[in-house]
């Protein structure tokens, strides 16, 4: 099974925090930063920030997400806005360059400014899916 596979290939890693901290560390794990729905077959793979950041000076994270029982699904992937300023949604190749802008398919979820993507998966099917992050707060478009 996907799971179990995933399961131990994921070690908990273990990590102090201050004691001033720890009330906002608490707060910040209540919600995920980014949440797969709609499609138990979905897996949230990977989150990096973006291969090019610093040459381009731009601030992105890379998501990859997989397919993992052979059929067909409709996800959502659920951005939390209140950790992040999305300013685009992309869907890219392995290398991370651009092949489709997915603004259009991306609809703001509640009133603390949460994003959600809509993605349709093949069987056996990864995308990676690339968020633009306005650092500044200032320009949030989608």
Known sequence: MPQAGFLFNSPLHMRTVPAT???E????M?????????AHNVFL???KRGEYDATTGKSTIILRL???????AQARLRINGSRFHVSGVSLTNVLEE???DIGLNVVPFNVDGDVEVKLD???FE?????IDIDTEGKHRHV
């Open 25 to 28: 560390v608490r707060e910040s």
């Open 21 to 23: 901290l720890v009330q």
């Open 45 to 47: 793979e990977t989150v």
């Open 66 to 72: 997989y397919e993992a029982f052979g059929g067909h």
């Open 121 to 123: 998966f093949r069987g």
């Open 98 to 100: 651009a092949e489709e």
């Open 30 to 38: 209540r919600i995920p930063p980014f949440a797969v729905f709609g």
């Open 126 to 130: 990864f995308k990676t899916v690339k």
